[in-house]
């Protein structure tokens, strides 16, 4: 036969949704009850340590594993078409345009550092140009190619810094 604090364990794991903070939930429903559920707990809002779940306002956090199962979405800047040559954006990623003979960009952007990773890409199609390098410095980078443009083309960044 199940033991008592078995049988509320189980009664509270299938049938109690609660609105509170996991310290009221704690203390109204079951002593230590954090460390004796085993399973998932699944807050869609309220706080853990001060940290606001569920949330619309964007929180700095630290992770030991972060997994995005479907997509990592960052702010952004995509620069119109025909607007080409060097551009102030300061967010995370982004796209900027290469003039037609063109063979760099400069990028001012406040997130970047010197130690910085700076993940460039080519994202249309250009039948000689290839980015030969990205060079991050103090609040901007570089994006070089290989050869001189055909036309426009659209390059896409990533900035990741780390700690």
């Known amino acids: 036969m199940a033991s008592l604090p078995d049988l509320q364990k189980q009664f509270y794991e299938r049938y109690v949704t609660f609105s509170g903070s996991i310290t009221d939930l704690a203390n109204t429903f079951y002593t ?47 620069t119109t078409p025909g607007t080409t040559g060097n551009q102030t954006i300061n967010k995370s990623s982004g796209r900027v345009n290469i003039a037609a003979a063109g063979t760099t960009i400069t990028v001012t ?18 039948t000689t140009a290839r980015i030969a390098n990205v060079v991050p410095g103090a609040g901007s980078f570089v994006v070089n190619l290989t050869a001189a443009a055909t036309a426009e083309t659209k390059v896409s960044f990533f900035v990741v810094n780390g700690v």
């Open 32 to 78: 230590n009850l954090l460390a004796t559920v085993d399973g998932v707990i699944t807050a869609t809002s309220g706080t853990i340590n001060n940290v606001i779940i569920g949330g619309t306002t964007p929180l700095a956090g630290t992770f030991t594993t972060l997994t995005a199962n479907t997509n990592i979405v960052t702010s952004h800047t995509i």
């Open 109 to 126: 952007n406040s997130l970047v550092t010197a130690n910085s990773h700076v993940f460039a890409v080519l994202a249309s199609n250009d």
